[in-house]
């Protein structure tokens, strides 16, 4: 956390204004993949099997420093944090504040029972889940500062977070299984970097806040040709005013702890 107070401190150093804020961490804690799991699924639905693997295993309690979820602070509440802090800056550039969830953000992921995930052995899809959650119990609060704020997910790509427990075989395996489900209908195997961010660039550049829906989720699609597109998914908002009250409680819980953690060093003789 000390280290988002530096960087809202240099942020609020050097610029008065703020354009653009993507929030695009993908911190997991993963522990390897269950191979006998991968294949069973691959058997039995290819285009699930590389849209919503359930084969990735991902370690339980692991906490941060700051004695929070590790997965939740990454992805979701340092994020947070920084936006709280640099508000007046986004206000002023009337900023457009761009959170990345996944296709992986199903509410069975999340409970608001556990909102940090410790309990939880799919930390980083209910991180995702939390974001798109977050994005719906803010909305209101962001426009009535003048900050557009939209919620985007990339579809599936390639990425440095994919060849971690891969060797050359299951690397070329897999690219092969992304491009046999876009052949045979999905729209979410962008597999290109560059593909899958299209719906971020398309809600930073042309996207007018006065004629966009808001509270859909924008993803980068391709069809069978790999012909690209922006698509949109409604999401199920169920929870997100706890969620938001949860984050500002929070929030104001490490505006105290760390209300003398920046001083001015500076100061002449
Ligand atoms: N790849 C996919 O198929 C896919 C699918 C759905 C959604 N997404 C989403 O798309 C976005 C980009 O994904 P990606 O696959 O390109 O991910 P990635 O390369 O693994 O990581 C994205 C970023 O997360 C940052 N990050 C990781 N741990 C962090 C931490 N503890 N604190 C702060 N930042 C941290 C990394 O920063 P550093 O560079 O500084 O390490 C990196 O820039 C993510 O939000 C991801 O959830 C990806």
Redesign the pocket.
Do not use: D
């Given at each position: 956390m000390v280290s988002i107070l530096n960087a809202y401190y240099d942020l609020s150093q050097k610029y008065s204004a703020i354009d653009y804020f993507f929030?695009?961490?993908?911190?997991?804690v993963y522990d390897g993949i269950d191979w006998v799991g991968a294949t069973k699924q691959v058997m039995s639905n290819v285009i699930e099997s590389v849209t919503n693997p359930t084969y990735r295993i991902q370690r339980v309690g692991v906490k941060?420093a700051d004695d929070l979820g590790?997965v939740f602070?990454?992805?979701v509440f340092?994020?947070y944090y920084l936006i709280h802090k640099i508000l007046p800056l986004l206000s002023a550039g009337k900023a457009k504040v761009i959170w990345?969830?996944?296709?992986?953000s199903d509410p069975k992921f999340h409970s608001l029972q556990d909102i940090q995930m410790l309990k939880s052995d799919t930390t980083?899809e209910g991180?995702?889940r939390l974001?798109d959650l977050l994005h719906l119990g803010t909305l209101e609060e962001m426009k009535d500062q003048g900050i557009q704020q939209y919620l985007v997910?990339?579809?599936?790509?390639?990425?440095?977070?994919?060849s971690v427990y891969l060797n050359f075989f299951t690397y070329y395996g897999m690219l092969l299984l992304f491009y046999i489900a876009r052949w045979i209908g999905s729209p979410w195997h962008?597999i290109d970097?560059y593909k899958?961010a299209n719906a971020p660039v398309y809600v930073a550049t042309l996207a007018n806040a006065k004629s966009e829906q808001l509270r859909l989720k924008y993803g980068s699609a391709t069809d069978k040709n790999g012909k690209e597109y922006i698509k949109t998914q409604e999401v199920d908002g169920t929870g997100a005013s706890d969620v938001r009250d949860y984050f500002d409680k929070l929030a104001s819980e490490w505006d105290e702890k760390l209300k003398d953690q920046i001083t001015n060093t500076r100061v002449p003789i």
């Open positions: 929030v695009n961490a993908a911190q997991g941060s590790l602070q990454a992805n340092g994020p990345v969830s996944s296709l992986m980083y991180s995702k974001v997910q990339p579809g599936i790509f390639i990425s440095h977070s994919f962008n970097g899958a």
